[in-house]
T-cell receptor, first 112, second 112 residues
Framework: GDSVTQMEGPVTLSEEAFLTINCTYTATGYPSLFWYVQYPGEGLQLLLKATKADDKGSNKGFEATYRKETTSFHLEKGSVQVSDSAVYFC???????????FGKGTLLTVNP | SAVISQKPSRDICQRGTSLTIQCQVD?????MFWYRQQPGQSLTLIAT?????????ESGFVIDKFPISRPNLTFSTLTVSNMSPEDSSIYLC?????????FGPGTRLTVL
């Protein structure tokens, strides 16, 4: 079946540090890949997505590139801020009408 | 993007009782999804609800425990029946628009 494996947390960084959260996947078909973010006390928000190999999704300074050869979709940001503190979920969807499969989430805390 | 609201936002219930969660979308959507996020865990799909047909449940979830209604293209309800403390979770409604999926703010349920 489909699955997503992402970096265990929690991750604690200082402001302006470089962030990488690793995500790898297995899928029965050709998936679309997503990163969702859940800020404290808030709902789940789509952060970025990529729908085919070598696509790069980007938003709010975050980037992730769809790597089919390594089945990966690692999230990166060059300089994190305290406001980036949240839980980040990697996810995939094989069919546009079917379910999202989520990783376990990675808690990021950014200290001033 | 779809705007999704849920009611109630949170509730504390006694074991053995039932709670119905409402999900309202600001546009007509074919497929709606109900997810569960247990404390410290990832999101797990409970069921997919299409208007005019029976909901499709994922492995480990049954209609008697989680009955779902989908009376029209903008509304759905999920009932958590005969609750136990193990049902304490955040329940999220979600809709699909093309390759993107949007989530409601969630209903935080605590069962005592």
């Amino acid at each position: 079946g489909d699955s997503v494996t992402q970096m265990e947390g929690p991750v604690t960084l200082s402001e302006e540090a470089f962030l990488t959260i690793n995500c790898t996947y297995t899928a029965t078909g050709y998936p679309s890949l997503f990163w969702y973010v859940q800020y404290p006390g808030e709902g789940l928000q789509l952060l970025l997505k990529a729908t085919k190999a070598d696509d790069k999704g980007s938003n709010k300074g975050f980037e992730a590139t769809y790597r089919k050869e390594t089945t990966s979709f690692h999230l990166e940001k060059g300089s994190v801020q305290v406001s980036d503190s949240a839980v980040y979920f990697c996810a995939l969807k094989v069919d546009s009408n079917y379910k999202l499969t989520f990783g376990k989430g990675t808690l990021l805390t950014v200290n001033p | 993007s779809a705007v999704i609201s849920q009611k109630p936002s949170r509730d504390i219930c006694q074991r053995g009782t039932s709670l119905t969660i409402q999900c309202q979308v600001d546009s007509q959507v074919t497929m709606m999804f109900w997810y569960r996020q247990q404390p410290g865990q990832s999101l797990t799909l409970i069921a997919t609800a299409n208007q005019g047909s029976e909901a499709t449940y994922e492995s480990g979830f049954v209609i008697d425990k989680f009955p779902i209604s989908r009376p029209n293209l903008t509304f759905s309800t999920l009932t958590v029946s005969n609750m136990s403390p193990e049902d304490s979770s955040i329940y999220l409604c979600s809709v699909s628009e093309g390759t993107k999926q949007f989530f409601g703010p969630g209903t935080r349920l605590t069962v005592l």
